[in-house]
C-alpha cells in the first residue's frame, strides 16, 4: 500500500501545488474565509467527494467514506490568512491588499486537496472513515479560534462520529524531509492578561492624602515574578511576561489609575489553574495591602496541544514508511507558541505535527512579511498525513 500511496501522490504533486498557489492569491481574514471555502467545497464536489457544512460558517468537511468497515479519523487543515502587506514577489502574489497567507494556511489546505484526491481514489482499501476537516479562524485567539466553535457546531459529534484527529503545521526549525513530534505537550497554553490598579490621585507633594496605584503596581509586577519561581514545580514549565505598563499623566501628581497587560504560557492544565490562582490572590491582596483596589482579568485563551502516546507511535511510524529512516525527528521541547487544534486533542486522542521547511541557509519565519511557501514539502506533508488516517484505520477496524 505504501508503494500506491507515494506513487498517486508523486503523480498529482503539480496539482496540489497549484492549488496552493491559487488559494495563495486569495487571502482572508479569520472568521471570512468565504472564498475559500467556495474554492475548498468546489475542489471537493468535482473529485466527487461528500461535503458537508455548518460548522462555524466558513469550517467545511470533506467526507470520505471506506469500501471496510471500520472506525472515523479526522485531519484538520486551518484556512485562514494574516493581515499583512505581502513583501514576496510571484506570479501567484496576494490578490487581497493587506492580506497575505504568511503561515502557510494555504500549503495545508493544498495538502488537504492532496488527501482528499488520494484517499478517494483509495476507498477500496481504506477501514473506515476520514474525515478532511477545513477550519476557519486559527489565528484569531480573541474569540477562542475556530477549532473550539466547529466542535460546538458538531464536528467531532456528527455521525460518523471522529475518534481521533491529526493536524500539522509547516515548522521553520526542522529541514526539508523532517516531520517532527513529541508525546504529551507539544504547543503552550497561551493566555492573556490585564491588571487595572485604583488608587487616589493626588499631589506629589502629598502622597499620604492619596493611594498610590503607581507604587502599588510595580510591588504586584515584581511580586507576580514569584509565582513561576516560587510556585511552579522545577520539572514544570511557565512562562510570565508583562509587555505594557501604562498610567499618569504628570510628573508631580500621583495618578488615579495604572494598566499593566501580559501573556502567561503553561504546558498542561494544572500549572496553569496554578499559575492564574497565585497571580489572582497576589494582585488582589497585594493592592488590599496598599489601600488600592485591583481588577484582574485574566483570558483562558488556547490551551496546550497535549498529543497521545498511541497517536504520537502511529505517526512516527507512517513517517518513517512515508520519508524513509530518520525522518521523524522526537523534538525534546514544546513550543512557547498557541495552536487551537489543542481543543481537538483534549475532545479525541490526536496527534499534531511540525513539517520541517528550513534549509541550511536563512529563511524566513512563519508571520513574516518575506515568508515564502516552501513547495517541496507538499508531497511530503500530504505523504504522512494520508499514511497516518490510513494506518489508524488499519489499526482500528
Ligand atoms: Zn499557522
Ligand atoms: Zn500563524
Redesign the pocket.
Known amino acids: 500500500m505504501n508503494e500506491i500511496v507515494r506513487d498517486k501522490i508523486e503523480a498529482n504533486e503539480a496539482w496540489i501545488i497549484n492549488h496552493r498557489r491559487a488559494l495563495h492569491q486569495i487571502p482572508e481574514k479569520s472568521k471570512e474565509e468565504w472564498k475559500t471555502k467556495e474554492y475548498i467545497k468546489k475542489s471537493l464536489t468535482d473529485l466527487g467527494i461528500e461535503v458537508k457544512e455548518g460548522y462555524y460558517n466558513t469550517g467545511l468537511v470533506g467526507v470520505i467514506y471506506g469500501e471496510q468497515a471500520g472506525r472515523t479519523i479526522g485531519i484538520r487543515f486551518d484556512m485562514d490568512a494574516?493581515e499583512m502587506e505581502e513583501k514576496v514577489e510571484t506570479e501567484f502574489k496576494s490578490l487581497n491588499k493587506g492580506l497575505m497567507h504568511?503561515?502557510?494556511?494555504d500549503g495545508h489546505m493544498a495538502m488537504g486537496l492532496g488527501c482528499a484526491k488520494v484517499l478517494n481514489e483509495m476507498k477500496d482499501q481504506i477501514c473506515g472513515v476520514v474525515k478532511l476537516v477545513f477550519q476557519p479562524a486559527?489565528?484569531d485567539a480573541t474569540t477562542g479560534g475556530g477549532a473550539q466553535h466547529m466542535i460546538k457546531d458538531g464536528v467531532l459529534s456528527d455521525e460518523p462520529k471522529i475518534e481521533a484527529m491529526v493536524g500539522m503545521h509547516i515548522w521553520p526549525k526542522l529541514k526539508v524531509g523532517e516531520v517532527g513530534s513529541r508525546v504529551g505537550p507539544i504547543m503552550a497554553a497561551s493566555d492573556p492578561f490585564n491588571v487595572e490598579v485604583v488608587g487616589k490621585g493626588v499631589h506629589a507633594s502629598l502622597p499620604y492624602m492619596g493611594i498610590d496605584p503607581i507604587i502599588t503596581a510595580s510591588q504586584i509586577i515584581v511580586n507576580l515574578q514569584s509565582v513561576i519561581s516560587r510556585n511552579i514545580s522545577p520539572f514544570e514549565q511557565g512562562v510570565m511576561s508583562i509587555g505594557i505598563m501604562q498610567g499618569g499623566t504628570q510628573y508631580n501628581t500621583i495618578p488615579e489609575r495604572v494598566h499593566f497587560y501580559g501573556t502567561v504560557r503553561s504546558f498542561n492544565e494544572e500549572t496553569r489553574l496554578r499559575i492564574h490562582d497565585r497571580m489572582k490572590t497576589v494582585i488582589e491582596k497585594g493592592a488590599e495591602a496598599m489601600n488600592a483596589k485591583a481588577k484582574f482579568n485574566y483570558t483562558f485563551g488556547y490551551p496546550a496541544v497535549i498529543n497521545n502516546e498511541k497517536m504520537v507511535k502511529i505517526a512516527k511510524f507512517s513517517t518513517e514508511e512515508m520519508l524513509g529512516e530518520g525522518s521523524y525527528i522526537e523534538v525534546d521541547q514544546p513550543a512557547p507558541?498557541g495552536e487551537d487544534f489543542a481543543f481537538f486533542a483534549k475532545e479525541v486522542p490526536s496527534v499534531f505535527l511540525w513539517l520541517g521547511y528550513g534549509e541550511e541557509e536563512e529563511i524566513h519565519p512563519?508571520?513574516s512579511p518575506h515568508y515564502e511557501f516552501n513547495e517541496a514539502i507538499l508531497a511530503l506533508g500530504t505523504k504522512v498525513l494520508c499514511k497516518t488516517a490510513l494506518e489508524w484505520c488499519r489499526l482500528n477496524k
Open positions: 494574516l504568511a503561515c502557510g494556511h486559527e489565528e507558541g512563519p508571520h
